[in-house]
Protein backbone atom coordinates (compact mmCIF):
# COMPACT_ATOMS: atom_id res chain seq x y z
CA UNK A 1 0.00 0.00 0.00
CA UNK A 2 2.79 2.86 0.73
CA UNK A 3 4.57 1.86 -2.57
CA UNK A 4 1.63 2.32 -4.36
CA UNK A 5 0.83 5.80 -2.69
CA UNK A 6 4.27 6.63 -3.41
CA UNK A 7 3.93 5.67 -6.90
CA UNK A 8 0.73 7.73 -7.30
CA UNK A 9 1.96 10.92 -6.35
CA UNK A 10 5.54 10.44 -8.39
CA UNK A 11 2.82 9.73 -11.59
CA UNK A 12 1.21 13.26 -10.18
CA UNK A 13 5.02 14.43 -10.09
CA UNK A 14 5.90 13.60 -14.18
CA UNK A 15 2.36 14.72 -15.22
CA UNK A 16 3.00 18.22 -14.11
CA UNK A 17 6.68 18.03 -14.96
CA UNK A 18 5.79 17.75 -18.45
CA UNK A 19 3.12 20.04 -18.47
CA UNK A 20 4.97 22.80 -16.99
CA UNK A 21 7.81 21.75 -19.64
CA UNK A 22 5.86 22.12 -22.37
CA UNK A 23 4.31 25.40 -20.97
CA UNK A 24 8.37 26.69 -21.51
CA UNK A 25 8.63 26.03 -24.59
CA UNK A 26 9.49 29.44 -26.84
CA UNK A 27 6.39 28.91 -28.71
CA UNK A 28 4.05 28.50 -25.50
CA UNK A 29 6.39 30.56 -22.88
CA UNK A 30 4.45 34.23 -23.79
CA UNK A 31 0.64 32.52 -23.92
CA UNK A 32 1.18 30.61 -20.87
CA UNK A 33 2.88 33.71 -18.50
CA UNK A 34 0.47 35.60 -19.50
CA UNK A 35 -2.69 33.54 -18.53
CA UNK A 36 -0.82 32.89 -15.19
CA UNK A 37 -1.00 29.61 -15.72
CA UNK A 38 2.36 28.64 -15.80
CA UNK A 39 2.93 29.74 -12.19
CA UNK A 40 0.35 28.17 -10.91
CA UNK A 41 1.86 24.85 -12.36
CA UNK A 42 4.97 25.45 -11.00
CA UNK A 43 3.61 26.16 -7.12
CA UNK A 44 1.13 23.01 -7.99
CA UNK A 45 4.61 21.15 -8.63
CA UNK A 46 6.51 22.70 -6.08
CA UNK A 47 4.15 21.31 -3.20
CA UNK A 48 4.10 18.00 -4.58
CA UNK A 49 7.29 17.28 -4.86
CA UNK A 50 8.05 18.42 -1.33
CA UNK A 51 5.46 15.82 -0.34
CA UNK A 52 7.54 13.12 -2.17
CA UNK A 53 10.30 14.14 0.09
CA UNK A 54 8.11 14.77 3.46
CA UNK A 55 5.58 12.47 3.69
CA UNK A 56 7.58 9.42 2.84
CA UNK A 57 10.62 7.66 5.28
CA UNK A 58 13.42 5.05 4.09
CA UNK A 59 15.27 6.72 1.62
CA UNK A 60 18.59 5.52 0.84
CA UNK A 61 21.07 7.97 -0.33
CA UNK A 62 20.55 7.24 -4.09
CA UNK A 63 16.28 7.18 -3.61
CA UNK A 64 16.53 10.32 -2.03
CA UNK A 65 19.21 12.06 -4.23
CA UNK A 66 16.85 11.59 -6.86
CA UNK A 67 13.83 12.72 -5.14
CA UNK A 68 16.48 15.89 -4.62
CA UNK A 69 16.72 16.60 -8.20
CA UNK A 70 13.46 16.48 -8.67
CA UNK A 71 13.06 19.54 -6.21
CA UNK A 72 16.22 20.99 -7.82
CA UNK A 73 14.49 20.72 -11.02
CA UNK A 74 11.70 22.35 -10.25
CA UNK A 75 13.87 24.98 -8.85
CA UNK A 76 15.58 25.94 -11.67
CA UNK A 77 12.43 25.79 -13.91
CA UNK A 78 11.26 28.52 -11.73
CA UNK A 79 14.47 30.25 -12.34
CA UNK A 80 14.47 30.23 -16.11
CA UNK A 81 11.69 31.98 -16.67
CA UNK A 82 12.68 35.59 -16.79
CA UNK A 83 9.81 37.11 -15.41
CA UNK A 84 10.08 35.40 -11.96
CA UNK A 85 9.37 36.86 -8.99
CA UNK A 86 11.67 36.90 -5.81
CA UNK A 87 14.13 35.05 -7.95
CA UNK A 88 16.88 36.18 -5.03
CA UNK A 89 14.28 33.52 -2.54
CA UNK A 90 14.15 30.79 -5.31
CA UNK A 91 17.91 30.95 -5.35
CA UNK A 92 18.75 30.90 -1.60
CA UNK A 93 16.26 27.91 -1.59
CA UNK A 94 18.33 26.27 -4.75
CA UNK A 95 21.73 26.92 -3.29
CA UNK A 96 20.43 25.52 0.22
CA UNK A 97 19.04 22.12 -1.37
CA UNK A 98 21.99 21.99 -3.07
CA UNK A 99 24.93 21.82 0.12
CA UNK A 100 21.88 18.67 1.08
CA UNK A 101 23.28 16.84 -2.52
CA UNK A 102 26.61 17.31 -1.90
CA UNK A 103 26.62 15.81 1.22
CA UNK A 104 24.77 12.85 0.26
CA UNK A 105 27.39 12.80 -2.83
CA UNK A 106 30.53 12.37 0.13
CA UNK A 107 29.18 10.69 2.19
CA UNK A 108 27.89 7.50 -0.39
CA UNK A 109 29.20 6.07 -3.48
CA UNK A 110 26.26 7.63 -5.37
CA UNK A 111 26.76 9.45 -8.69
CA UNK A 112 25.57 12.72 -9.80
CA UNK A 113 23.60 13.04 -12.86
CA UNK A 114 24.79 15.31 -15.43
CA UNK A 115 22.26 17.37 -14.42
CA UNK A 116 23.63 18.09 -10.96
CA UNK A 117 27.14 18.29 -12.11
CA UNK A 118 26.16 21.55 -14.67
CA UNK A 119 23.39 23.00 -11.78
CA UNK A 120 26.62 22.75 -9.55
CA UNK A 121 29.08 24.77 -12.15
CA UNK A 122 26.43 27.74 -12.70
CA UNK A 123 25.57 27.82 -8.70
CA UNK A 124 29.41 28.24 -7.86
CA UNK A 125 29.66 31.29 -10.36
CA UNK A 126 26.33 32.97 -9.72
CA UNK A 127 26.22 35.19 -6.51
CA UNK A 128 24.05 34.46 -3.65
CA UNK A 129 22.01 37.28 -3.81
CA UNK A 130 21.22 36.63 -7.57
CA UNK A 131 23.43 39.93 -8.83
CA UNK A 132 25.04 38.14 -10.81
CA UNK A 133 22.45 35.34 -12.19
CA UNK A 134 21.22 34.84 -15.25
CA UNK A 135 17.67 33.00 -16.13
CA UNK A 136 19.78 32.14 -19.33
CA UNK A 137 21.99 30.26 -17.13
CA UNK A 138 19.68 27.97 -15.42
CA UNK A 139 17.70 27.04 -18.42
CA UNK A 140 21.27 25.92 -20.43
CA UNK A 141 21.33 23.39 -17.53
CA UNK A 142 17.78 22.01 -18.07
CA UNK A 143 19.24 20.22 -21.42
CA UNK A 144 21.21 18.22 -19.38
CA UNK A 145 18.39 16.66 -17.31
CA UNK A 146 17.05 13.28 -17.90
CA UNK A 147 14.54 11.26 -15.84
CA UNK A 148 16.22 8.36 -14.11
CA UNK A 149 14.39 5.08 -13.40
CA UNK A 150 13.09 4.88 -9.63
CA UNK A 151 14.10 1.79 -8.14
CA UNK A 152 13.72 1.41 -4.33
CA UNK A 153 16.20 -1.11 -2.84
CA UNK A 154 14.54 -1.26 0.32
CA UNK A 155 10.65 -0.58 1.82
CA UNK A 156 8.90 2.38 1.85
CA UNK A 157 7.21 3.68 4.38
CA UNK A 158 4.41 6.52 4.42
CA UNK A 159 4.09 8.76 7.03
CA UNK A 160 0.37 9.31 7.71
CA UNK A 161 -2.14 9.71 10.76
CA UNK A 162 -5.86 8.56 10.40
CA UNK A 163 -8.35 11.10 12.44
CA UNK A 164 -11.91 9.28 13.50
CA UNK A 165 -14.33 10.61 15.91
CA UNK A 166 -15.87 7.79 17.80
CA UNK A 167 -19.57 7.40 18.86
CA UNK A 168 -20.93 9.58 16.17
CA UNK A 169 -23.04 8.76 13.32
CA UNK A 170 -25.89 10.29 11.02
CA UNK A 171 -28.48 9.67 14.07
CA UNK A 172 -26.41 10.86 16.41
CA UNK A 173 -24.09 14.24 14.99
CA UNK A 174 -21.60 16.06 17.53
CA UNK A 175 -23.42 18.46 19.96
CA UNK A 176 -22.20 22.35 18.83
CA UNK A 177 -23.71 25.68 20.65
CA UNK A 178 -22.66 28.58 18.39
CA UNK A 179 -20.55 30.95 20.24
CA UNK A 180 -19.21 28.63 22.93
CA UNK A 181 -16.07 26.51 22.92
CA UNK A 182 -16.49 22.58 22.14
CA UNK A 183 -14.22 20.22 23.13
CA UNK A 184 -14.51 17.29 20.78
CA UNK A 185 -13.19 13.52 21.97
CA UNK A 186 -11.26 12.28 19.01
CA UNK A 187 -8.73 9.11 18.26
CA UNK A 188 -5.86 9.81 16.02
CA UNK A 189 -3.57 6.74 14.65
CA UNK A 190 -0.46 7.74 13.27
CA UNK A 191 1.37 5.31 10.83
CA UNK A 192 5.35 5.59 10.77
CA UNK A 193 5.86 7.94 12.86
CA UNK A 194 8.36 8.36 15.82
CA UNK A 195 6.92 8.53 19.07
CA UNK A 196 9.49 12.06 19.99
CA UNK A 197 8.55 13.18 16.36
CA UNK A 198 6.78 16.60 16.67
CA UNK A 199 3.21 17.04 15.67
CA UNK A 200 1.07 19.68 13.72
CA UNK A 201 -2.59 18.95 13.36
CA UNK A 202 -4.40 21.54 11.22
CA UNK A 203 -8.83 21.73 11.29
CA UNK A 204 -9.96 23.45 8.62
CA UNK A 205 -14.22 24.51 8.54
CA UNK A 206 -15.93 24.09 5.67
Not at 44 to 54: A, F, I, N, T, Y
Not at 189 to 202: A, F, K
Request: glycine letters at 4%; hydrophobic letters at 45%.
Amino acid sequence: VDALTFTSLYLQIIELLVDVWDDLLPAKRLYAQGMGKLEFKLGKLDRRVKELMSRFIGFSAEEELNVLELMLLTYTLRISKEEISCINHTLKRLSSLYLRVESILKESSALPSNFLVELGKVLSSTSINGASCSPLQFEACLKFFSLKQFVFHGPIKHVKAELSVPNIDFEHPLPFVSGLPVGIQCEITLHNILSESRLWLRMTLD
